[in-house]
């Protein structure tokens, strides 16, 4: 989750890049609020990989086959790599300057990273990494809901009545 295709990193840099082609207010501050935030779980998340490898001896680290190529490159650095290994790239992340597109997208994304904490919660064992883990994947479920009515406040200033909604920067 600090470099993934649906980590922090990502989540923080979508938004806060998003910004600026909302053209609503309120839709403005709410990528900047969930961005920001997004920006402080990568610091946790930061902290957490931290904590657990900058102890690690030769031994440990020959013993886990998924982490001495990591090893090899970074020692114990913290670098932003998805778990896979590959390193994070904004190709992950879209931004389209278009409010239907971007604000769907944002609600895919938090799905994404909540299934993400759902997926370290079945491998992890440790009660500590788990309970931040179980914050931020609520967070996580709160920032769907709020993309949630981000979609409805843009849609009342669009077209109520269609599904598929008119999107006024194209549909004149
Ligand atoms: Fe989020």
Excluded at 75 to 88: C, I, K, L, Q
Excluded at 114 to 126: A, C, E, H, K, M
């Amino acid at each position: 989750m600090y470099g993934g295709p649906d980590g922090e990193l990502g989540a923080s840099l979508r938004y806060l890049s998003q910004r600026y082609a909302m053209p609503y207010p309120e839709l403005k501050a709410l990528l900047t609020d969930i961005g920001t935030e997004e920006l402080g779980h990568l610091e946790m998340i930061g902290a957490i990989i931290h904590q657990l490898t900058r102890n690690l001896t030769d031994e440990e680290v020959r013993s886990c086959p998924a982490f001495a190529p990591y090893f090899v490159d970074h020692t114990t650095g913290v670098y932003p790599t998805a778990a896979s290994g590959f390193p994070w790239n904004a190709a992950s992340i879209g931004v389209k300057g278009d409010v239907i597109c971007d604000l769907s997208e944002d609600m895919a994304a938090e799905q994404k990273a909540r299934v993400t904490y759902d997926n370290i919660l079945r491998l992890s064992d440790d009660p500590d990494v788990n309970d931040v883990i179980r914050f931020l994947r609520e967070r996580e479920v709160v920032h769907f809901q709020r993309f949630g009515e981000a979609v409805r406040l843009a849609k009342e200033k669009m077209d109520q009545k269609n599904v598929y909604f008119t999107n006024p920067a194209f549909d004149r």
